[in-house]
């Protein structure tokens, strides 16, 4: 692929897979906190005793995922399969940005904080929508970002919120104004470097990874200290040594993935291994933590270039990987690869989940789940991420590993998916996780590319979806202790935004036309639609008010697949 510019290179990806790149942010300008009604006096500080208990507690949405378990279940029942067609808008948050929107919304004892693309967040009354107060970032002169201007949410602490931008900065907000108490720099954005997801915070340390595995950059997981945002840690998801890795010649399912080991260890040897520093590896999506190993668990992305492998010889660890580290000291503890020498640009995205599930000898054990591009959901031992169980295919798949040529060869799943970086869902009683997937045929084109430099796209070539073939969604129920689909449901358009299961035996998930639908978790029955105006392309949340049960999700449309844009955050509720 030439050098050419960010801007050019977007008509290419855009004809390749739905991808949008941004260069100069000159869509917002000034940085501002403007205030409506003065702020609830219900609104409470988020102490660790709070976030540790998340899980079971039904008045708050604490975490993006519900909990640093992140399995989106939500235990309460007031609505459920026998009253769900009764669901109706309780209201509407507009926000100012129409554009993309994946935001998973906070909820504080009925303060909602939610994200909007550009970094704008809006304080509101979780009840009735009115607005406490609108902070909007300033951008920086670069923002060099993949797939959207999208924000994935804020994380809370004590009086404080923090949210990353989308060039590069962690900033912290008092949570009760929205005045900023301060702002570090991340990584420099004109390395390629970004921030869409939403951080977490644990015992004082704020946890983010990057994007930027489309522009050459070298991925990381960082911790920074909550009071101050001086760096306590970095882990590099790209080693300086020994990223080469075992030169394994299969994926995680035993499948054959054509590499030509001899000729990736005649390269390694003429060009020697320094391209550390821009075999990208960016972590998406926010981390899981179990508190009692104290361990941090994420997935990493692709390896940069996207499908030109020659300049990266070798596994290029840890991209394509599940990857566990100590929260104390960010130290290496294990990590389990599903793809060595990615060239098709099926990263590792969704979240990590943390759950139980049989171990090979049938007996119970805490495991870690992650649903990946390829299409299968994969269950790992929680302590040594051991591979336990990889599930059914739940799209499908051809072709696999066929290599990308120069006039295009054709793989299922396409570079898209199977499970993009839509969270999953865990239903502990039925042991089913709840995965979005999308079919979307490509073919993967090649091209020599040397590094262009970090404000550019980098993807050696290009994978173009097929005009001509259908594309679709699938929501897929999958057994975690046997790996088989319980249940599938197919939508119209691929499916892309997460899932939310709830002790009421649902599961909400919504669909690039604007669908938001509810189906029963046991038999993947659907039993209520609302089409919400524009994408509901979002992880969906729930809370409760005043003993009032509410389930959100944001109608802003979605960016990758170029779904119906909108500004709003549309809340349900039952009469």
């Known amino acids: 692929m030439k050098n050419l510019s960010s801007l050019t290179r977007l008509s290419t990806c855009l004809i390749a897979a739905g991808f949008s790149a941004g260069v100069f942010a000159g869509e917002i300008s000034g940085q501002s906190t403007t205030t409506g009604?003065?702020?609830?006096?219900?609104?409470?500080?988020?102490?660790?005793?709070?976030?540790?208990?998340?899980?079971?507690?039904?008045?708050?949405?604490?975490?993006?995922?519900?909990?640093?378990?992140?399995?989106?279940?939500?235990?309460?029942?007031?609505?459920?399969?026998?009253?769900?067609?009764?669901?109706?808008?309780?209201?509407?948050?507009?926000?100012?940005?129409?554009?993309?929107?994946?935001?998973?919304?906070?909820?504080?004892?009925?303060?909602?904080?939610?994200?909007?693309?550009?970094?704008?967040?809006?304080a509101v009354d979780a009840a009735t929508g009115e607005e406490f107060w609108h902070y909007k970032h300033k951008m920086g002169p670069v923002t060099t970002y993949c797939c959207g201007p999208n924000n994935r949410g804020v994380a809370a602490y004590n009086d404080m919120l923090y949210m990353g931008t989308l060039d590069a900065k962690l900033v912290a907000l008092n949570a009760k104004t929205g005045a900023v108490v301060w702002e570090t720099e991340?990584?420099?954005?004109?390395?390629?470097?970004?921030?869409?997801?939403?951080?977490?915070?644990v015992d004082g340390k704020v946890l983010i990874g990057t994007n930027g595995g489309e522009y050459g950059i070298r991925g990381f997981v960082k911790a920074f200290d909550a009071k101050t945002g001086n760096l306590l840690w970095t882990f590099y998801t790209i080693p300086e040594k020994g990223h080469e890795g075992v030169w394994a010649t299969a994926d995680a399912t035993g499948?054959?993935?054509?590499?030509?080991?001899?000729?990736?260890?005649?390269?390694?040897?003429?060009?020697?291994?320094?391209?550390?520093?821009t075999l990208g590896g960016g972590v998406w999506m926010t981390p899981a933590v179990d508190l009692s190993t104290r361990t941090v668990y994420f997935v990493v992305g692709n390896p940069s270039p996207d499908l030109y492998g020659d300049i990266r010889p070798g596994d290029n660890l840890y991209t394509d990987s599940i990857v566990a580290v100590d929260l104390d000291s960010g130290a290496y503890k294990a990590h389990f690869q599903y793809i060595a020498h990615d060239v098709w640009d099926l990263d590792a995205v969704s979240p990590v989940i943390i759950t139980t599930a049989k171990g090979k000898d049938g007996k119970d054990r805490k495991v870690v789940i992650h649903g990946g591009k390829t299409g299968h959901v994969y269950v790992h031992d929680a302590k040594t991420l051991e591979l336990i169980r990889f599930s059914e295919a739940m799209i499908p798949q051809e072709n696999m590993w066929v290599l990308p040529t120069a006039n295009g060869a054709r793989m299922l799943p396409g570079a898209n998916g199977g499970v993009e970086w839509?969270?999953?869902?865990?239903?502990?009683?039925?042991?089913?996780?709840?995965?979005?997937?999308?079919?979307?045929?490509m073919t993967y084109h090649v091209e020599e590319a040397g590094y262009p430099g970090g404000d550019k796209l980098w993807l050696g070539g290009a994978f173009k979806v097929i005009p001509s073939e259908k594309q679709w969604g699938r929501l897929s129920a999958v057994n975690i202790d046997t790996g088989k689909v319980a249940w599938k449901?197919?939508?119209?358009?691929?499916?892309?935004?997460?899932?939310?299961?709830?002790?009421?035996?649902?599961?909400?998930?919504?669909?690039?036309?604007?669908?938001?639908?509810?189906?029963?978790?046991?038999s993947g029955k659907k039993l209520w639609s609302f089409n919400v105006g524009a994408g509901a392309n979002s992880p969906p949340i729930s809370y409760t008010v005043n003993g009032k049960q509410y389930i959100g999700v944001a109608a802003g449309g979605n960016t990758q697949l170029d779904f119906k844009r909108g500004n709003s955050y549309v809340v349900f509720a039952l009469p």
């Not at 500080?45 to 949405?61: E, I």
């Not at 669901?87 to 993309?100: K, N």
């Not at 991340?186 to 915070?201: C, F, L, Q």
């Not at 935004?497 to 189906?519: K, M, P």
């Open 255 to 277: 499948r054959d993935m054509k590499r030509n080991i001899a000729n990736e260890k005649k390269l390694l040897a003429e060009h020697g291994g320094d391209f550390y520093q």
């Open 422 to 441: 839509s969270p999953m869902a865990v239903h502990p009683k039925l042991r089913l996780a709840y995965a979005a997937n999308l079919h979307q045929p």
């Open 186 to 201: 991340i990584a420099d954005p004109e390395k390629g470097y970004s921030e869409t997801m939403a951080p977490t915070v």
């Open 489 to 522: 449901a197919d939508t119209d358009q691929p499916l892309m935004g997460g899932t939310l299961v709830t002790g009421g035996d649902l599961v909400f998930t919504g669909e690039g036309n604007g669908s938001f639908n509810a189906y029963d978790a046991k």
């Open 37 to 122: 009604k003065p702020m609830s006096k219900n609104l409470v500080p988020v102490t660790q005793q709070l976030l540790n208990a998340s899980a079971g507690d039904k008045n708050h949405w604490l975490h993006p995922n519900g909990s640093y378990e992140q399995t989106r279940y939500y235990p309460a029942s007031q609505i459920n399969t026998s009253n769900v067609a009764k669901l109706r808008p309780a209201f509407i948050v507009q926000t100012a940005v129409t554009e993309s929107s994946e935001t998973a919304p906070l909820v504080v004892n009925g303060v909602m904080f939610l994200t909007t693309s550009y970094n704008h967040v809006y």
